[in-house]
């Protein structure tokens, strides 16, 4: 699903600079918050400092950064959430670990809509890896690039294949 939008709206983002920085630092390079943060206070500082009218970082921090890529509404899906407890024996000597008596608060998308929806976005078309593959270098040394270069989903095709072809007769 590809939203039709005028040349030059890069929204949620204000501008493309701003949505490659949030790209660069949670997508490819997976910065931590504090990095993120440490990045747009230096960012400002540099336009502070250059007498800058114009300008200032992209973000004012993580929690900007991470609020801005929470509201792009292209296949959304919702939250859920669980509460989950140790709910076996406890004990019966000592003090019992913390984690047994405590209860975890776990939140997640569901997978199966999150999946539905990368694989109808076409913008995915022609960097998604729908099969699995082996890949060599000049030396025959296997490269390990993402999911669908490695072991297990090679693994499940070989067997599925193996499956069909015995089913196949």
């Known amino acids: 699903m590809t939203l039709d939008r005028p040349q030059g709206d890069w929204s949620p983002f204000s501008d493309r600079v701003t949505f490659e920085t949030a790209e660069q630092l949670f997508a490819k390079e997976q910065m931590s918050a504090m990095g993120i943060d440490t990045l747009m206070d230096l960012w400002r500082a540099s336009f502070i400092q250059s007498d800058a009218t114009n300008g200032g970082a992209p973000f004012v921090n993580h929690k900007d950064l991470y609020n801005t890529i929470d509201s792009i509404s292209l296949g959304v899906v919702d939250w859920k959430s669980f509460t989950l407890s140790y709910s076996d024996v406890l004990p019966e000597r000592g003090d019992p670990p913390s984690w047994m008596e405590d209860r975890f608060d776990v939140w997640y998308r569901d997978p199966h809509l999150v999946a539905k929806n990368m694989l109808s976005n076409t913008d995915f078309a022609d960097n998604f890896d729908y099969l699995p593959f082996q890949e060599f270098d000049a030396d025959g040394e296997q490269i390990w690039?993402?999911?669908?270069?490695?072991?297990?989903?090679?693994?499940?095709?070989?067997?599925?294949?193996?499956?069909l072809t015995l089913l196949a007769g």
């Open 145 to 163: 690039e993402n999911f669908m270069s490695g072991t297990w989903a090679w693994t499940q095709a070989v067997c599925v294949f193996a499956l």
